[in-house]
Structure formats: C-alpha cells, structure tokens
C-alpha cells in the first residue's frame, strides 16, 4: 500500500508544515536530540523562501501533509568541507529539512526513495543525536562520509547516495 505522494509545497500548506516542524522539534528534544533545530529552525520565513525557489516538498496522503523536506539542486556551502570524504565530486542534490508528522511509518524512506528518483547523486546530514534520521539514512543505501561542519561551526554526521556505489 502506498504511503502517499510527493508534491510541491504550496502557500496554504504553510500553517500545517509550521506545526510539523513544531512538533518534530519537540520529538527530537524529547528522544536523546536536545540540540538539532533548538533555535526555532526552520521557521516560517525559511520555509517561504524554500517554496519560492520551489524546493520545498510535501508528502500527502488522503489530502493530509505526512511529512516534508527540501531537494536542493546545485552546491550546499556546508559541504564544500568534510572531516572525511564524499563518494564523488560529481553534481549533487542536498535533502534537507526532513520531517513527518509521526503518524505514518515510512515517510523518512518515502522522501529518500522520492529523491532518488530526481538525482542520482545525493547528499544529506544530520545530528549525531538524531539516531531515528540516521537509521534511515543508512537503511536507504547512503553512506556514511564523514562529517561536516554548519556555518554556525556545528558539527553533523554527513551520508551520500550515488548511483554508482549501489
């Protein structure tokens, strides 16, 4: 049975991703991940300028938004530099932002399954205390690079995906 599709965000689905990203804040700080997202990110404003650049995705099912997430097309400035090394330096898609409601299993590999489907080269991180994102990641085929290092000087764990390494 199908989870749900994936869709491109839209203005009216700002008020329910608000909540989801509330709400995954608070699953993070409750479940060992006090510190990823602490500090109101991502909030409405980056949200917007996700939708507007039209990298801001929903997974829906029944017309209820399951879970969301940004493919960002082109270079991330946070992973031009890693304590390890990438699989290639071949063009790549970022996953960013992932979240769900919580209400549905398999929404984390829904998105993942989703990105490959655009770009055969991906790259993601996260927290070294998100071990539910980790988990994820590695069950959907990306590995383990090293780790990178976000403008604010934090540190993540860094995976990548690519056709070429299956």
């Not at 790549?92 to 998105?111: D, E, N």
């Not at 604010?152 to 860094?158: Q, T, V, Y």
Request: hydrophobic residues 35%.
């Amino acid at each position: 049975m199908a989870i749900g599709k994936v869709r491109l965000a839209r203005y009216d689905d700002l008020d329910t991703l608000e909540v989801i990203y509330t709400r995954a804040r608070q699953f993070m700080h409750t479940h060992g991940n006090p510190f990823q997202w602490n500090d109101g990110h991502p909030n409405r404003n980056d949200l917007m300028q996700n939708l507007e650049e039209k990298e801001l995705y929903v997974v829906e099912s029944n017309m209820e938004i399951l879970g969301s997430f940004v493919l960002h097309f082109g270079t991330d400035p946070t992973y031009e530099k890693i304590d390890g090394a990438w699989l290639n330096e071949e063009p790549y898609a970022a996953i960013h932002k992932v979240a769900s409601t919580q209400t549905q299993r398999g929404v984390g590999s829904l998105i993942l399954s989703y990105c490959k489907t655009r770009c055969q080269n991906l790259k993601i991180d996260t927290h070294a205390d998100n071990l539910p994102m980790q988990r994820c990641i590695q069950k959907n085929g990306f590995l383990y690079t090293g780790t990178i290092f976000l403008q604010n000087g934090d540190p993540r764990h860094a995976y990548q995906f690519s056709d070429e390494n299956k």
